[in-house]
C-alpha cells in the first residue's frame, strides 16, 4: 500500500491542502510512530484520519460526525467495500455513456431516490453509499450541501469524465480503516473513549468570518457561537484528563482585528496560527491565504 490514500469524498471544511502544516503540529514525533488511541470528533473527509493512520501505527481509533450517511459509507467502506465497487462501477457506465441532457436527468433521478429515503441509525446501506459518493462525485462542484429539511440540494455538475469509482483507493482506504470505530452521532458520544493516552483532532464546522462566508450545511442542523463556547467546554474537560488535544477554526481576526472569540474561549492554551487557501467562500474574488487557528494543549 504505498500510493498515497485519500478522502473518498470532497468535504467543505476538508483538510487535504492543509495536512504539511497540520503534520507539524501533531504530539507524536514520527520516530516513535505509536499512537496508542486516536479520537476525531468531526471527521468529514477524514483528511487528517487518513494522514494519521499512514503515518503512525495506531492501536484504536475512533471518528463520528453527525452526518449519518458519511458514517454509513465510512463503514460499508470498511465492510463491503467489493459490493459498492460493483454498485459504482454500474453506475458510472450507465452515466458515462450518456450525453449532458441524459446525465441530467439520471442524476436528478438519483437525487431524487437518495432523498426520498431515510436513512436509519445504524443501518448499513451499500446502495446508498454508493449513491452518496455518486452525487459527490457529480454535483456541481462536488461538494456535499442539504438544506433546512435535511435534503440534498446540490444541483448537476458540468464534469466531462468524472471518475465515480476509485476502485483502488477505495480498497486501499477499506484495508486503512479496518480497526477505526465509526459512529454517527454528537461530538460528545466520543468522551467515554477518552484516556490519557488519547490524541484527539476537533475539526468542527467553521465559525464564519462573516455572515455570507459561511458554509455550515453539513446537516440541517447549524454550530453557531454557543455550539463553540459548548466545545471549548468539552476540549476543557478532555484536557483534564491529560489527553492531547488539537483543534481547528477559521480565524476571526482576518475580518476583524478586534475580535477575540477564540482568545477567550481557549484562553490558557496555545493557540497557534496556520495559512490555507480556503476553497470555499461565497465571493470568489475573496478566495486567496488567510490564517487559521490550531489551539493544542501541549508544546510542540
Ligand atoms: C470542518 S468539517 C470536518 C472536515 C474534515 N476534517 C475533513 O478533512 O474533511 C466538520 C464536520 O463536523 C460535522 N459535525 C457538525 N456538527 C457536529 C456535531 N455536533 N457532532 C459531530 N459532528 C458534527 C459535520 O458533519 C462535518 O463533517
Known sequence: MSEKIRPFVKWAGGKGSLIPQLNKFYPYELKNGIIERYIEPFVGGGAVLIDILQKYDVRQAYAFDINMDLINSYNVIKNNVQELITNLKRMESEYLKLEQEGRKTYFYNKRDEYNNYNLKENEQNIQRA??????????????????????FNVPVGKYKNPTICDEQNLRNLSNLIQNVQFQYGDYKKSLKYVTENTFVY????????????????????????????????????????????????????????EDDFFDNIYQGFNINEIYANRMINAKSNERGKISEILVTNYNI
Open 130 to 151: 454508493a449513491q452518496f459518493i455518486y452525487l459527490n462525485r457529480t454535483c456541481f462542484n462536488g461538494l456535499y450541501r442539504v438544506n433546512k429539511n435535511g435534503r
Open 202 to 257: 476537533f475539526d468542527p464546522p467553521y465559525r464564519p468570518l462573516n455572515v455570507t462566508s459561511g458554509f455550515t450545511s453539513y446537516t440541517k442542523e447549524d454550530f453557531n457561537d454557543d455550539n463553540q463556547t459548548e466545545l471549548a467546554t468539552f476540549y476543557r474537560e478532555l484536557n483534564e484528563r491529560n489527553a492531547k488535544l488539537m483543534l481547528s477554526n477559521s480565524n476571526p481576526k482576518n475580518t476583524n482585528k
